[in-house]
């Protein structure tokens, strides 16, 4: 039972205090599932994360979902959801109840205009963090500016970029991984034509008088 509250708390406790939904809570996840508790490395959550961006509903719960599965089964995966959905009724909650009259308070839009620039700097910060560690290589460039660009300026779809980006990064590292074991086949087959080579002709070693 208290490997399930820790996994409640520690969600509940990144729900609470991440304002901006999804993209804006990578800083905390990182902080809270990798730093604190090493429930996974940095890599491990990026993939998780990208994971959660590519499969129906909200990201920071499919996120919390996929990591209390893979710490504690099904039961760790409802444990995670639920801290991660409890601050959001909670909060939707006592506003519907209590602070809807307050909405057009001149203070409480002043400070939801401070909140708003503070969620575009966590969010620039998951794009650089992400970045770091997924654009590696010349495929890791063609794909973000082809993304990039195909996602500002086109109407295609977003799940059709993600899905395109997908098999191109499969199609190639396949090609990568096949020319790579080709080619050591080729230096191993030389090194033994070689062995065989010098086995039939052997040097010829000068007599001392």
């Not at 520690?10 to 996840?29: D, E, Q, V, Y």
């Not at 990182?30 to 998780?48: F, G, H, P, Q, S």
């Not at 994971?51 to 920071?60: E, L, R, S």
């Not at 499969?170 to 034509?193: E, F, M, P, S, Y």
């Amino acid at each position: 039972m208290k490997k399930f509250l820790e996994l409640y708390a520690t969600f509940f406790r990144i729900g609470i205090l991440t304002f901006g939904g999804g993209m804006a809570m990578l800083p905390m996840l990182k902080r809270e599932v990798v730093d604190k508790k090493k429930w996974a490395n940095e890599t491990e959550l990026l993939d998780i994360y990208a994971i959660g961006q590519c499969t129906p509903g909200v990201i920071a719960v499919n996120t919390s979902t996929y990591i209390g599965y893979e710490q504690y089964g099904i039961p760790g995966a409802i444990a995670g959801t639920l801290g991660m959905v409890s601050p959001s009724i909670i909060i939707i909650s006592l506003i519907a109840a209590i602070l809807e009259p307050y909405m057009t308070n001149p203070i409480v839009l002043h400070a939801l205009s401070g909140i708003r620039i503070v969620v575009c700097a966590l969010m620039f910060n998951t794009v650089l963090t992400m970045a770091k560690a997924g654009i590696v290589d010349k495929l890791g460039v063609f794909l973000f500016l082809t993304g990039f660009m195909l996602a500002t300026f086109s109407p295609v779809p977003t799940v059709l970029i993600v899905i395109a980006a997908a098999v191109i990064g499969i199609v190639v590292k396949q090609l990568t991984n096949t020319r790579q074991l080709r080619g050591g086949a080729d230096q191993n087959t030389c090194d033994h034509l070689n062995k065989f080579s010098e086995l039939e002709n052997p040097i010829p070693t000068q007599i001392e008088n």
